[in-house]
């Protein structure tokens, strides 16, 4: 399978007393819409030390590919009608990052540490 290139980091900061019940939505519900929709998810978990921190890993092709992805994902009726409302209402803020994946790589294969 081909890797895509483009990675993007989500970081979700969650409401107070929300990180069970976001964990929840997105095992159960939000992944598997995201999965069935073609979307390459990487990862998905809340941190070590604060579980009220969250990341979603997904790989696209390109900038066009996220773009278009997350267009027909986002504005999908089993999205819309699904997990939406009850996802939102977790989420305190979140911010993207977005990165190459090769460089993502060599940082985390790099032997000669700095």
Sequence with gaps: MHEKPLIEMRCYRLHAGKAQTFEKLMQEQSLPLLRSSGCEVVYAGASLDKPEHYVLIRAYQDLADREQSQQAFY?????????????????????????????????FTKENHE
Excluded: H, K, M, Y
């Design 75 to 107: 504005s999908s009726a089993a999205w819309r009608e699904g997990p939406r409302a009850a996802i939102l209402d977790c989420i305190e803020s979140s911010v993207d990052f977005l990165q190459q994946r090769s460089v993502l790589t060599n940082i």
